[in-house]
């Protein structure tokens, strides 16, 4: 026993006396029942102003393996880092006191770390086979949200970095300790940041997770301070942007866009289409029926733009206002899921920020992406769930797929665009199940559901209502938006919308294609599943040279593959 490792467990403390007596005795008590490694608990209290520092001394003279170490500066990174530096422990862990992470699951946290030789285990609740409980939809999206920044900026590869559950070696923690300045919430992502640069081993592990309703985090102040934090990682691991220009050229791109339609949209929406979408919005907002029927086809073709606007709208002011701050919210999101597209198939950061460059600056991003129109909702949801559909093809998570499904789900409900993913899903499941029909139909079903719900929803209910259907809004657009040569057509489309960027895309799919074509054999899965997904993303976008609407409209984005050369 004397020569089993001992692990140090920490639990930062912040104002928790409705919980602290609780859990401690939980846990202690599933320690001595299932736990075989030795260990001491302490509990940090960083500069609490409630009666924790006296629950805390309680525990410690009822439990003799528990200590207190009360500090006076707050910050949970800090916690644990000058407990974890003041200890004892040949293994060094956390976990949050609300034991949010499944104690079950502890053991083999520490196992990972002491038998299976990694430098450091963490908890996974966005995993595979990971299970949240009780958690609310926002606090799963910004979740999801800020660990895909981490993932594109930091290159890090795992699914969560703000589980407030890890366990480390102490040999690992002495390494990265002295680089280790961040006291806040951040200081999860820091310490990945860390061992990705000392090329230390990390495993991740799928958990149950079951939410605590209360958080300590600002949805916005803390928000803003972690994503900083993450550009601010990212430069002590890579350094400066190894290709600055484009990624100057491309905030700029950005910063300048969405402000400009700030500085100089027009004080009130008089003409074009942003008419009908204003009157379709008032008569959503007031429940007016008069004139709500000849609306009908903006409520079943952006009735998700038009509830979140006028949702917004009691923040903003004015429909103007949330329909502004809506459009560059998208905008941004395009181009950001935009980058990490290209970026997961060159495997290049030059090329996707290129890419995104040239996204961010396109004809329709600018005019119809940040003008009074819904356009921009259906591309980012659009682009997103190709996005999901590449990460399925080049990890085989069957999650990622119906992350996918859900983009497509909701951006339909935002406009018509989003629907192309549909068509990304099916043809690449076609592909990937063409021998086998059964595992077709296996895994095809829950992404048709996914996709199929909210739109059968919304359009039931406009139908019961005004008695209107989607063939009517096409019959109508048939007859509106068209030329008298669709030849016409093509040009409107191929030249205004893609200008230069139709031949880098032209000629950079020709490079990728040759480069794959002649380095693998084709189509011999699971290698070439990156140029399958290509092949099915370009076919995807074929429908927009048949849809009158869209091609009039300018209202495609075409994907950009530009092609690195190197000297």
């Known amino acids: 026993m004397k020569n089993d490792p001992l692990v140090h467990i920490v639990i930062p403390l912040y104002n928790e006396e409705r919980v602290l007596a ?64 003041q200890g004892e422990g040949n293994i060094l862990t956390f976990m949050d ?14 196992d990972g770390v002491a038998r299976k030789g990694y430098d450091m285990t963490v908890g996974n609740r966005l995993g595979k086979d990971s299970i949240i409980t009780k958690r609310r939809f926002y606090r799963e999206l910004m979740s999801r949200f800020y660990n895909f920044l981490v993932r594109l900026f930091l290159k890090s590869g795992l699914d969560d970095h703000q589980c407030g559950f890890k366990a480390m070696t102490v040999e690992a923690f002495k390494e990265i300790e002295p680089e280790w300045y961040e006291d806040g919430f951040s200081f999860d992502t820091e310490v990945i940041a860390l061992f990705i640069k000392h090329k230390l081993s990390i495993l991740p592990m799928d958990i149950i997770w079951n939410d605590s309703r209360e958080s300590k985090i600002s949805v916005f102040s803390d928000s803003f301070k972690m994503f900083k934090n993450i550009l601010l990682f990212r430069k002590r691991i890579y350094g400066p942007f190894r290709n600055l220009i484009f990624f100057v050229c491309l905030v700029c791109t950005v910063i300048i866009a969405a402000v400009s339609v700030s500085i100089f949209r027009p004080e009130t929406i008089s003409q074009g289409d942003a008419v009908s979408y204003l009157r379709s919005m008032v008569a959503l907002d007031t429940g007016t029926a008069a004139s709500a029927g000849s609306l009908a086809y903006r409520f079943i073709t ?77 591309w980012m949801f659009y682009i997103l769930a190709a996005l999901g559909v590449l990460m399925y093809a080049q990890s085989g998570r069957q999650k990622n797929l119906l992350w996918a499904a859900v983009a497509v789900g909701i951006g339909g409900l935002f406009k018509e665009y989003a629907f192309l993913g549909a068509f990304l899903i099916g043809l690449y499941l076609i592909y990937e199940n063409c021998q086998k029909p059964t595992d077709f139909l296996r895994k095809i079903w829950r992404p048709v559901l996914i996709v199929a719900v909210p739109t059968a929803i919304l359009h039931g209910i406009i139908y019961l209502k005004y008695h209107f259907t989607y063939i009517d809004w096409l019959a109508y657009n048939q007859g509106h938006y068209v030329y008298t040569s669709r030849i016409v057509e093509y040009i409107k489309t191929l030249g205004s919308l893609l200008n230069l960027l139709g031949l880098l895309a032209l000629i950079g799919v020709f490079y990728f294609g040759k480069k794959w074509f002649n380095s693998r054999k084709i189509f011999d899965a699971p290698e070439n599943n990156t140029l399958v997904f290509v092949i099915c993303l370009l076919l995807s976008m074929l429908p927009v040279l048949f849809w009158p609407a869209i091609t009039q409209r300018h209202g495609d984005i075409r994907f950009a593959f530009v092609h690195e050369v190197r000297a």
């Open 22 to 85: 609780r859990s401690v005795e939980t846990l202690v008590q599933h320690l001595k029942d299932k736990f075989s490694y030795r260990y001491i608990i302490t509990l940090a209290n960083n500069a609490s102003t409630d009666r924790s520092a006296i629950i805390a001394a309680e525990l410690s003279k009822k439990y003799p393996e528990v200590r207190v170490l009360n500090l006076k500066k707050k910050g949970k990174g800090h916690a644990v880092k000058t407990a974890w530096s």
């Open 97 to 110: 006191i609300d034991l949010a992470s499944d104690l079950s699951f502890f053991p083999s946290l520490i």
């Open 302 to 378: 952006t009735a998700g733009g038009l509830w979140t606007i006028i949702g917004l709208s009691k923040f903003f002011d004015s429909y103007e206002n949330a329909w502004t701050f809506l459009n560059v919210f998208f905008y941004i999101c395009t181009v950001i899921f935009g980058y990490e597209l290209v970026r997961r198939i060159h495997k290049s950061e030059r090329v996707a920020l290129l890419s995104a460059l040239f996204l961010a600056g396109n004809y329709a991003m600018v005019t119809f992406g940040l003008g009074y129109f819904m356009d921009v909702g259906g």
